[in-house]
Each structure stands twice: as C-alpha cells, then as structure tokens.
C-alpha cells in the first residue's frame, strides 16, 4: 500500500479552489484508480468512486462524501500592475497581508502559475480610518513583483489565486497545510478505501469527492441525488481546541475523529458508528450540531425522499487560515472506522435504521 | 568592475534563509565570519557580536572609511509556555501585528516549524473581524512534544524565491547590505582603508553601530541598509506622494531621516559619481525611518555620515519583494564612490 503522507502532500499542494478542483480531481482520481471498480466525474466536477459489495443486487449502498474544493481569492482587477481580490468560500481578511500566494494567470497565450505577496497598502495610501484596524479586503493588493505591463497581458480578472504555503511536518505527528480542509478528509477515505481492498462487505460503497463544499454545498446536493445511496457518510474537519478556539464547539486535536450528533444526523447511523468505534477502541470525541453542521451532510440529508447521514469530523486548528493543523493519527482513525463499519454492514441493515426504538 | 552575478545570489538565498533575530544574530555572523576569512587583514568579533574587519588601503594618509550593514532582522521571542508546544511570544523590533496572522514559523537553533494560527472565521463574529487581532491573543504553535524553550527566537519561515525580475524573502532588510558589504570587503578599493562593521541590534535601537563607530573612529561612515517602497496605488486613483522610494529606480540616496541629516558632501559626491558613471541612483523622500547612521554620525566627537539603501516592498513582513536591478546598481554606486574617494573628499564645507 503506497504510503499516506506523500499522497497527503501532494493534495496539500495542489490548488482546487471551489469551481476549480480539477488539479487536485487528478490527484485523487490517480489515487483512486486501483481502489475502485468504477471512477467517473459528475456534471459539476464532483469525483465518483464506486467500490462494488458483494450482496446480491440490488444491493444498498453507502457514500462516502469529502470535499475536495478549498477556499481561496479570485482576481477582480489589476491596478497599476497590482491585483484587488475578493474571496472564494470564507475568508477572513486579518489573515491575509503578508501571506505568499499563488495566481493562476490565464490571460497569456498560454495558463502560467505566479508567485505572489499579498500587500496591505500604508495608512497614508487608504482612505482616512482605515489605517489603524483590520484593512478590509477590497483595499489590499495582491504583488507578483513583475512589471506592471506584464502584470496586464498575463493576468483576467476572474483568475483563481491560491495559498502558496507548501506542507510541513511538526512535532508530534501534526501537518500544517492550507487545504487540510478538507483535503485532510479525503486522505481517510482514501485509507478507508485502502483497508477495503482486504475486507470483504456486502454493501456497494461510493467514494466521493465533491465540489463547491465552501460556496454551497453544491457537490453534496447532486452527488447524493444521482448516486442515491441508502446511507450518507460525510467526512469534513472540524473545529480542534487550541489559542483562539476552546469553547464546546471545540474538540481535542489528536484524540480521534468526531462522531457528530444534531438535526443533521440520523441517531441510529451515529449509534451504529459509535458501537464500532467501541467494539474496536478506536479513539473518538463527540460533537454536538445544534443546527447545521456546515458540512455537505445538511444538503445529502434531504436530497431526494431524504438519506440517513452522519458526520466524522477531523479536529483542525486554525480553519481557513493557511497553517491549518491536523494530528495525522486523526485521519487514519477516521478512515479505519469508516471501513470497520463498511465492513460490518449486513444486507440487511436499513431495517435497522430506525427513529424510534 | 566586478559586479553580483550567481554567486552573491546564492549568498543572498542563504542569508535570507537564516535566523537572526535582534541580539542573536549568531547564524548570520558565522556565515560573514566563513565569507570574509582570508580576504580582510584583520577581523574581530566585539563585545555585543558585531564583526568588525578592516582592509587596508595602499596609499599612505588615505581616508578610513567605515561601511556598515546590519546583521540582524526583525522576529519574535518565546516568553510564556502555554503546553503542548503552544508559546506566547513578543516581537523584537518594529512590527506590525497585522502581518503575523496565519504565518508559518522557524523556532529556535534547529529552525523548528511552527505556525502563528487564528480563531477559524466560523467562531468570530463581524464586529470581531474589524479588530485587529492582538498580540496577546497569538500564540506560536510548534506542535505537541517539540523541544523549543522559552528566550528562543523565531522568524518567519519564508524561502527566499528569485522570481523574474524581483527578489522575495524575508530579511531582505538588510541581507542585501550584509552581502553588498561581504563583495565589498572581497574587491575592496585600494584608495582607502575599509573597516566593514557587520552591526548586531539595528532593529532593536542601533546599539551595535554605536560601539563600531566608536571602536573604527573612522573619517567618513557608509550605512548600507534596506528602505521600504511604498510606491503602491493610492486608493481612489490618487496620486501616490508618499512613496519613500520606487522600486527599479536604483539605490535610495538620503538626505535625512528621522536620526540623521547625511553629510551634504557625501550626497553630492554619490550623485555625482551616480551621473558620471551613469549609475541609476533616487533620493529616498526625507522622514522618517532610520539605519545604523543615527547612531554613527554622533559617534566620538561626529563622523561625517551617509545611508545608502535598497528600495524593498513590505519592509519587516513575512515576504519582502526587491528588484534584483536596484541591488546591483547599489552595489556598483558604493563601489564606485568609493574607488573615487580622496582626502579632499572633506576638505571643502559641508
């Protein structure tokens, strides 16, 4: 089996900003390719998987879904050889200046990648007041340190600009990325996948990359509607304890994945998930979704006549920022218990998906 | 005249590279110390680490002329330890806390990684996001179980990228004069005696020029430094007129900053040296800012003084962007200053 870590990196690398996950769908579709019997991608980009049991058919299936889109900046215009900007999926703009980052330039005879620094321009050259505070993201400047002349052949307005930080390992087993959400998740599907090629299950299994998690849940609403699983699995990251993030919303970072409960989940799927992670002492923490859990299980819940759903979430510190943290034991037990209760999946098992015991 | 090819570029990338933060500028001076062995006739490491080296002239009565570039940057220093390897941190030297949100980290000898993170946007709230976040609100994150302890200093962990035109680093103030002056020392004029002083503390109050120019007592004094170009648009289309210096019109001459008013004949005889030889040179726009000059000029009973900088954008941030164009116009121009320098040079008034 080709080890994680690489692979890892290498999505850590890619760009795949939400409507343009095509550099990173590669990556997982090459990963993918030797793990499933079907791969395809759907008609908005999303990445289709198909992994067939062994129950007679008609069979019941699972899907597995983790985005594969990541957040990021589009170009609205160039200024003097400068670039303004505007944010794809939410970005907060205190963390920007000063942030090396890269613009995907379409506007030369050929797609050109460029290195660039994200400016937040002197007081003296903003409007009064905005000098002191946060300096809001229409002011800042994005700088390839080109000529301004070439600046405007090479550069459209409506050019993706991604985060330039490049993975890197620190202590304790902990990887820093800047599109560990949610490449982080797709990492435990693929491991999950890995650890099905020696188990056998019943049920046929969909493993999913979706698109447009960050602007709209878009590959979780058509995903779910055109594969019609029986059971929604979705994978996403999830707010880790750590400076700026300790209230119950919160979860410790490398203490296993999450098992998430709320109006979004179906209690018997989470009891179902929590008994195997029991049963098998894998390591996991709880979380409470109140409302909406913000993954792609709040579109997947009511596609179609409704799917039973659940979510796992990986603890991640700093989300949206570009040193995101993950604890990478938290990705490989998200992937082991997703293929434990795969394989535990009998053909009879949606009889048991009951409300009321 | 030798001009910086590949080699001082390479020189550069590993400066830049390296960590040395205000007061511990130990990385930075091995690599000067290993640089100028063998090329100086005498060289010393003083009592606040600055490296002093001299390079004697070869006409008797020649001027002493002191050319200094300070070793040190602008970072941070690990102060309260909050467990499992999250740190409180101070900044050392002037720092906008603006620019260090969301920021990958070197730690420490070892350059251990480490993250500068954020609440997550979902958890603020829009009041929240038109505050700055501060400082006591940030922590440096070098994972669970990392050895860094407290005192340890911390940099941004920027690559240095030679990117087309433009150089991009941090501590581009002032490896450029670090450098500058390690090519100086190794194709010094003969016409005068050099005394290079790689300062320490620059950032943190010109302390290491003070005691060179003392230990030097020179004739003349030369700082090499970094000045910020804030040539970007103004918004609203209007015209920008403080720009401190613009990028690609070569080295920034000054007049005076806030510490120091340079000498009147050695702005005269670098622009002029600037026409003749028809090296691209600006005035930086007098103000504010400073280099180890304000300390220099007051050194012992006055030493005529002159700062001489490389315009950079983002000065003190993660990535700072210079043209490689201004870096060696800045290098030929104190060059060839230098090799025209004569004991008249400051015999006529000021």
Known sequence: MPE?????????????????ENPVASIIEARWKPLVHELSRSNVGSLHGLRQGRAPAPRPSIMIATHMDAIGL???GVIDGFLRVTSVGGVDARVLPGQLVTVYATGGTEPKSLSAVIAQPPARLLPPGLG????PMEYLLVDTGLPARKVTDLVRTGDIVSYASTPVELAGEVICGHTLDNRSSVAALTICLEELQTRQHAWDVWAVATVQEETGLTGG????YQLHPSLAIVVDVTFAKGPGASDWQTSPMGKGPTLCMGPNIHPALYEGIKQVADRLEIPYGLEYAPRHTGTDAFAAQVVAEGIPSMVLGIPLRYMHTPVELVAIKDIQRA???MAEFIAGLAPDYMDKIVWDK | MPTLGNTQLKLLEKLCNAMAVSGDEGEVRTIVLDEIKGVVDDVKVDALGNVLAVKKGRSAGCLRVMLSAHMDEVGFMLVAEDGDGIFRFEMVGGMDVRQLVGKPV??????????????????????????????????????PGAKAKLGDRAVFATRFQHNGPSLVAKALDNRLGVTTLIEMLKNAPTNIELLAAFTVQEENGLRGAKVAAHAFDPDLAIAMDSTPA???????GEENVAYNTILGLGPAIYVADSSTFSDPRLVRHFLAVSEAEKIPCQLRQPGGGGTDAGAIH????????????????????????????DWRHTYNLVHAALSRITPNLLAGER
């Open chain 2, 106 to 143: 070197w730690v420490g000898k070892g350059h251990l990684p480490g993250v500068i993170g954020a609440r997550p946007i979902h958890l603020t709230t829009p009041e929240e996001r038109k505050k700055t976040i501060p400082l006591d609100a940030l922590r440096i994150d070098i994972g």
């Open chain 2, 230 to 236: 804030n040539d970007l648009p103004a918004w609203g």
């Open chain 1, 74 to 76: 589009m170009v609205t």
């Open chain 2, 298 to 325: 007051k050194g012992r009973a006055g030493i005529p003084s002159l700062s001489v900088s490389v315009p950079h954008r983002y000065s003190h941030t993660a990535a700072s962007i210079a043209r490689l164009d």
């Open chain 1, 4 to 20: 994680l870590l690489p692979f890892l990196k290498d999505l850590l690398s890619a760009p795949g900003l939400s409507g343009y």
């Open chain 1, 221 to 224: 609403y058509t995903s779910a």
């Open chain 1, 132 to 135: 002191d505070g946060p300096v």
């Open chain 1, 335 to 337: 992937g082991r218990l």
